[in-house]
Structures are given as C-alpha cells and as structure tokens.
C-alpha cells in the first residue's frame, strides 16, 4: 500500500535516494525556462509568451520527468522503485540481493530483476574518499554505497507475503499527455 505521495504507507521514517546530479540540471534548465518566460513578459510580447508557454512546460514537465522524478523510497517493509513511467512496489521478503551497477538493481526471488533509473552508482571512483586518496577496497564501498545500505535494509526485513506491485505512473504520465496535446494545439494555431 502507497500513501498519497507515492511512497510506501506506514508511520516509520522512510528513506529515498536520487540523483542529485540530475536534479542540479533540471533546475538550471527551469532557471533558463524562466529567462525566456520573463523576457517576454518584461518586454510585454504576450504572444510570444502564450506561444513559448505551452512548449516551456512541456519541456521543463519532460526533464522532470526523466530527470528528478525516478528516485528509491525504502523503510524496513519495502522498497518503492519510481522509474520514468513505471513504479515498482517490492516487499523486502521478495528481493533476493540488491545488486550495484551503473544504476542499483533488485533481485526478486522468482528471477526477475527491478532496475532503479533514479540511484545511479555515487559519482568520484578513483578519486579522494574520505579526506584521503582513495584506496581500491575504500573505492569499492563508496561505489556499492547505495547497494550495501538497501541490502542491510533487506537482510533485516520480517518475513511479509505481500505481492510485488508494478504499475503505470498515472499522474505524471496523464500530465505530461495534457501539456503535449497543448503543446500541438500551440503549434498548429500558431502555424495555421
């Protein structure tokens, strides 16, 4: 069960892990979106405004979407794996390793595997971890950073038989529907 926010319901403190590199640039992206916005109202273009508003929403609404959106919600229960237009509820019981590659992994126990798009590997391999040059082990536990703590989360889990739930992310996707269709009405009033 999901609370209204998306993440996993209960009253224990719950924990997420996102991209903040990508979140840095979605919002100079926004900052940019905002130049061209308020250019056009300081300079009292309003249909230069009404034209670019629909197509600035929809882009800035598309690197949200790709980019701040996927993100890892877990407390002790589940793991709730938001990706771009899929949303992975996964009892703890269910995954069988938490695995680090480019991006974490889940490991079910009937095979599958849940990819999560927004808890890529910590950034820096090879560079000063710690306030100190970096050794290969130390390396290897700032990579699997993300993995080591999902997995103790998991080692620690009580038994459960709830089901893994997968399903469309509905709102965004609905949204994002509203703003391109706008957007196409946008170009052809302007182009027609």
């Known amino acids: 069960m999901t609370s209204p926010t998306g993440r996993p319901a209960g009253h224990e403190r719950q924990y997420v892990l996102r991209d903040t590199g990508s979140a840095v640039v979605f919002w100079v992206a926004v900052a940019v979106f905002g130049l061209l916005l308020g250019d056009n109202i300081a300079r009292g273009d309003w249909a230069t405004f009404g034209f670019t508003l629909p197509l600035v929403l929809l882009g800035a609404w598309l690197l949200w979407f790709v980019l701040v959106h996927p993100h890892v919600c877990y407390d002790s229960q589940r793991v709730l794996v938001v990706n771009i237009g899929r949303v992975h509820e996964l009892p703890w019981s269910r995954v069988s390793a938490v ?17 999560a798009a927004g808890a890529s590997a910590p950034r820096g391999m090879g560079t000063i971890v710690g306030g100190i040059t970096g050794k290969l082990g130390e390396n290897a536990i700032h990579f699997n950073r993300n993995a080591l703590t999902l997995d103790a989360m998991r080692g620690s889990a ?17 949204t994002g529907a509203v703003l391109l269709v706008a957007a196409i009405v946008d170009l052809g009033l302007a182009f027609a």
């Open 99 to 115: 695995r680090q590659r480019l991006s974490v992994v889940f490991e079910m126990d009937d095979g599958t595997t849940v990819t």
């Open 158 to 174: 009580a038994p459960s038989g709830a089901p893994i739930v997968s399903r469309w992310d509905s709102i965004p996707l609905a």
